[in-house]
Each structure stands twice: as C-alpha cells, then as structure tokens.
C-alpha cells in the first residue's frame, strides 16, 4: 500500500502481520487501509460480513479518539460499540467457522521454541538433547479469533469512562501501575 494524504499515512513493508513493534499509529494507518485493500479478497457472503466489520472498527476508532465529547457523540460510540460486537459476533459465527487459519512462521518457530524450552527445563542437569525435527518442518497450530479477552470485553465501558474521567487522551495508567 503506497503512502498517501501528505504523509498521513506511511508506506507499509510487504506483509504488515510480520511488522514488529506496532505502535498505536501503526494499527490506525492499518484500519484506514484496511476498506480498500480487502474488498473483494473475499468470496459473497464473508466480504459484506468483513467490510461492515472494518467500516465499524474505522467509525468506533474515531469517535473514540476524539479530544472533546458531546452528549450526541457518546450516543453515537454507545451505538457504534452495540453494532461492532454484534457484527463481531456475526463474523465469528459465520466466516471464521468457514475459513481455517494458522499460526504465521514466525509465531509456529515461537511455539516451537517454548515447547523445546519446557522439555529442556523437565530434564535434570543433563545436556539438553538436539530437537527431532527441525523448527522450519514443526506444523502451525490451527488459530481462530478469540473475543473472550479483556481487550474486547472493555470495549463496553468506553462511553462511562468517557463520562467519568475525560477523553481517552488525557489521562494514562501511571497511577494505577505505580
């Protein structure tokens, strides 16, 4: 995806799921390039599911992003949440149950590396043993999207905590990690 909007948003490498280190920046840039690179990657019906997904994710980042609220734009966020689960939900029923992912390289050769790290702590003081099969040739684990975290769980309180403290951008967690 070439840069675009005066710099707005920067030029992404080849493959943005092996990006390191993302910042905040970054996942925005990836969620407003997102609507055009992905139409119609998808066959009929999981492309309309996808689209209306990432349209809801755009339009709740930037409602929830702005530095001054109104009574009409928390309505709009509250509403915005209720349509984005919904549509999560929809798309978790529907198109992952049709579509098989796996873990990428890069997270298999991390799998792969913990997995021989446990087994080396289980044996005593011997010398660690050399792996039956090579990292490259280990298999992915099979991977589905998982909305039973906290991340998407806290999505619900944006509007009150809005409400109670401010716009997201004026205040951090360093009270609450000190």
């Known amino acids: 995806m070439p840069s675009f909007g005066n710099g707005t948003i920067r030029r992404f490498g080849l493959n943005a799921s092996e990006f390191k280190r993302k910042a905040a920046r970054d996942y925005e840039d990836l969620l407003q390039c997102a609507i055009p690179a992905f139409d119609g990657l998808i066959p009929a019906p999981h492309n309309e599911i996808v689209m209306k997904l990432l349209?809801?994710?755009?339009?709740?980042?930037?409602?929830?992003?702005?530095?001054?609220?109104?009574?009409?734009?928390?309505?709009?966020?509250?509403?915005?949440?209720?349509?984005?689960a919904t549509q999560f939900r929809l798309f978790l029923e529907q198109t992952c149950a049709q579509v098989v992912t796996f873990e990428l390289p890069k997270e298999a050769e991390a799998h792969h590396k913990r997995e021989?790290?446990?087994?080396?702590?289980?044996?005593?003081?011997?010398?660690?043993?050399?792996?039956?099969?090579?990292?490259?040739?280990?298999?992915?684990?099979?991977?589905?999207?998982?909305?039973?975290?906290?991340?998407?769980?806290?999505?619900?309180?944006?509007?009150?905590?809005?409400?109670?403290?401010?716009?997201?951008?004026?205040?951090?967690?360093?009270?609450?990690?000190?």
Request: charged fraction near 25%; glycine fraction near 4%; hydrophobic fraction near 30%.
């Open 116 to 178: 021989q790290s446990q087994k080396d702590k289980g044996q005593s003081n011997s010398c660690p043993r050399l792996s039956i099969r090579p990292h490259k040739c280990s298999p992915s684990q099979r991977k589905t999207l998982n909305i039973n975290t906290y991340k998407y769980h806290a999505l619900g309180d944006y509007v009150f905590t809005i409400k109670k403290f401010g716009t997201t951008d004026s205040f951090n967690s360093d009270i609450v990690s000190r």
């Open 55 to 84: 349209k809801l994710c755009a339009e709740w980042h930037a409602l929830a992003k702005l530095h001054m609220h109104t009574d009409l734009t928390l309505e709009l966020l509250e509403e915005t949440t209720t349509a984005m």
